[in-house]
């Protein structure tokens, strides 16, 4: 079947959608070329991405979270701002300050890393939430507000954000609404043995940094075009009214005490469209909706049960499939 045929009308035309095709592709290989082995977290990575999401990895160090970050930011040509989570970290230091210019005796505006296309979060619960809190209007509504003025951010920003799930010493747990700005959480996990073979082979004669030398995928397309287009990926009114069965599952569940919120809920729908377009649809399935719910469920339940994967297994259970 002609992909192209499936798309909805609202998608502009065909040579711009195989221009977003071919710059994907571009993407992929990249981030595949950089994180050996993990086809299915470059996925989600991606979607992320499309559906302007913020990603949260909650694993240990040295699993390449950091070089898939920089990485994923010499893919799309933009700017990386970096910054390592401390206590002693300051809202300031994140967002930006004012200061007195001594020459015109009038306050200057400082800006401060969260102005990127990408901003690295280091081990964000080593922050304070005081610190933690000044990313809340940057993720929600992409701007900051510094002495009572609102500064656009990057109309791509996100947040890759790591933790270390086992050090809890001087760690300040993410608090629910942190949490629920982020699009998903994803563990990368140690690679296969073949794949270490591949990562040691590929580092021989190698002094410098490997992404470094990854091309740019979005010369010929801007990335908030592919997210514009992302949007308009059709989700007709039986996947919706799944999703939001669905959601009242993870409410009613008995070992849940916090289910979705209506804000999960849209970001849900929007890693389903950006699933459905990585695989060559113009509109959503529940299959979609199904590939995308780990990452999305096991960032936002709490309650009484050890297994996440087992629980959103019984919450897919209790709903039917609409066709």
Wanted: one cysteine or more; a negative charge.
């Amino acid at each position: 079947m002609d992909t192209l045929q499936t798309m909805p009308q609202s998608i502009e035309s065909d040579s711009q959608y195989k221009l977003a095709v071919e710059a994907i592709s571009r993407l992929r290989g990249n981030l595949n070329r950089t994180l050996l082995g993990k086809q299915s977290v470059v996925e989600m990575v991606i979607a992320c991405l499309l559906s302007k999401g913020h990603l949260l990895f909650d694993d240990l160090p040295g699993l390449g979270k950091t070089t898939l970050a920089k990485s994923l930011v010499a893919s799309i040509g933009g700017e990386l701002s970096r910054v390592q989570c401390t206590p002693d970290l300051l809202p300031s230091d994140i967002t930006g300050f004012s200061i007195l210019n001594q020459k015109t005796r009038e306050f200057e505006f400082r800006p401060g890393p969260v102005f990127a296309d990408v901003l690295l979060a280091d081990e964000i619960n080593r922050a304070t939430p005081r610190t933690q809190s000044a990313l809340f209007e940057a993720m929600a509504e992409r701007q900051v507000t510094v002495d009572g003025v609102s500064h656009r951010l990057s109309k791509t920003f996100m947040v890759i954000a790591t933790q270390n799930p086992v050090e809890s010493h001087g760690a300040y747990p993410l608090p629910e609404a942190q949490l629920d700005r982020f699009a998903i959480k994803l563990q990368v996990g140690y690679p296969d043995r073949q794949s270490e073979l591949e990562l040691l082979e590929s580092q021989i004669g190698v002094a410098g940094d490997r992404v470094v030398s990854l091309e740019t995928c979005f010369e010929e397309i801007e990335l908030h075009e592919i997210q514009e287009m992302v949007a308009k990926v059709a989700v007709e009114l039986p996947v919706r009214e799944y999703l939001v069965n669905l959601c009242a599952a993870t409410r009613a569940h008995k070992a849940v005490s916090l289910g979705l919120s209506p804000r999960g809920l849209l970001i849900w729908q929007r890693m389903a469209q950006a699933n459905a377009f990585l695989n060559l649809r113009g509109f959503a399935t529940p299959d979609d909706v199904q590939t995308v719910a780990g990452p999305v469920l096991e960032l936002r339940l709490t309650g009484s049960f050890d297994d996440p994967k087992s629980t959103i297994e019984q919450i897919f259970d209790s709903v039917s499939v609409p066709y």
